[in-house]
């Protein structure tokens, strides 16, 4: 089913994702755990396998990619490496996007057929 279109992902701290871990370590399943909370069942599984492979390290929220351009968007002015690393930002995302029209175009090209 997934999120209601134009919803946000939830953000839990590290410390949320703990207490139930520990609830599901201390013999509660997973699911009972989960309900209470409103967190899906499959999420604390997975929280609960991070906790054994890597501790309470692998319940540290990730970091998701943000726009490598906005560092340097914000100066007024910059160095020249720091010209020359924005101009080399701005080809890769233009041969990236490239690349993805052309494989759109060949696979329209294919169904086609």
Do not use: F, H
């Amino acid at each position: 089913m997934g999120r209601i279109k134009g919803g946000t992902n939830r953000v839990y701290s590290k410390e949320y994702k703990l207490q139930l871990v520990k609830q599901v370590e201390s013999g509660r399943s997973a699911a009972q755990a989960g309900k209470e909370r409103q967190v899906n069942e499959t999420v604390v599984r997975r929280w609960v396998q991070e906790y054994r492979e890597s501790g309470e390290a692998g319940l540290t929220p990730k970091r998701k990619p943000g726009n490598p351009l906005s560092i340097y968007q914000k100066r007024k002015e910059l160095s020249q490496v720091e010209q020359l690393r924005y101009e080399l930002a701005l080809a890769q995302i233009e041969i990236a996007e490239l690349k993805k029209a052309r494989c759109k175009e060949w696979r329209d090209a294919q169904a086609k057929k």
